[in-house]
């Protein structure tokens, strides 16, 4: 028999609701199980696995010691976040505990983390092969097992850490974020704020998922693992780009101690768990808005429709362009997708202005995630003291998106126009399709600035840098305008950051 692997299938044609056709992607055996992405029913695998390691005898009294009679199964639970391997048989996860206290469990599997860890080896598919290692109690280890954990516990070798007594009580609820009744009202918070409204019908149309507005024209699909995807987009007829999407958020954490959560996190994967939201109808779905089922899968399993997109067309409230009596507002279409990845909540857009200009915009919101900090070592290096025993690590949020332009047909090529400083000589001579046979002075500064720009031949990837600005284009090299120049998009980059970190082994690898 063919041993376990995964494989990626084409679905389609575009806006075919039937008569699909599924074509296989990858042969088979060429991506190894271990590496598919976070599964529910290994988590309930490994649930189970670390239950039976964790009730160990006097690990209980371990857990109640430390941490104000707290225990395992009542307020402390166990979290799991898988790391990265280099090796294709391997698939380890981080375990940690963490206080279990707030009704809502707002907060608490990323804020209330506790100082006991280990790592679970759960590679492939027979459990009984599963083991746990490296276990850590307030940064003290590694011990070999549970229970040699609990042997330096019951020797009195380990440096304790004991929450104060009371400590629970204290602080259950303290992160469901809601209004404060207490504290008094902004002036005239009590009137309702303006509001946005559509008088005489819609200009957008949506037919199954084709989605047409003031002479754009798209498709919009849901992938079950790398989340929102829009398809060949058009403008005034002519194919701009064949697909848009988001590939990945990767993020990655830097935690003082060993009480911690994800160190990498590639966070798409979680759309398998607890995935794609519906857009909530008056906080980020305008009231006329459209919000137009998706595909809904949990853990591999096509659960059937839900709601998971909101359409609407947004007033921006200013000018696209003015000049004294003349100008246009800048009306533009918003597709817009929410994904509620474990304790963050990311907005994932696309706008479509009238100007032929596409913005794809992503955010953040939710709850971060901290790491257990005691505040005797003090780990400020790593990032801030935000609560009792919680640090919140410096970490980033990275967005990967594939963008396939297609301007007017496939044959596109990779341009950018960079700027260069010289003098009017090196000016004209950096063209040599040109000579200058003009007089010098007849420039008042002979220094000047000037154009060069580049057609790559060759793949290669290019590193933003905010000093030397680059203009990004995909131009089609058989296309010109009416004035003579190509045809293209240019890429603009919002991101004001740049390079994380330099020699990371997840970025220098580029392994997952
Ligand atoms: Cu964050």
Redesign the pocket.
Known sequence: MQPPDVIEYKVGPLNALTNMVAEQLIKDGVININRRPNDEMENYELFKFINITLHVPGLDSLLRESFDSASFGNNISVMFYQLPTVNANERISHMNLYLQIDDEGEGDASLRLLPISCFVHHAGTNVANWKASDWYYASQGPFYSSEDLNDAYGLGTLRMVRYPKGYIKQHTNEFNVRKDDTMPERDFSNIPPPRTYTEHGKRYKINGYKITYLGWQFEFSLHPVRGPVIYDIRFKEHRIAYEISLQDIT?LYHPGSNGYGPLTLTDTAFLLGTGSREPRPGLDCPKWGNILDVNGTFQWYHVGPWAGVCVFEADGQRALWRHRARGMVDYFLVVRTILTLGN?DYVVEWEFHVDGRIETMLT?SGY?FGSWDDGLYNSSMFGFRIGDFLLGPI?D?TYSFKVDIDVLGIQNSFQTLTWEAGDINAAFQSDDRRTFSGNNNMFYFNQTRFIRDTIYQNETSVVWNPHQPKYYMVVNERERNKWGSLRGYRIVPYSTEQEILKDHPLLTRGII
């Open positions: 993020l963050y953040a971060l970490h949020h």
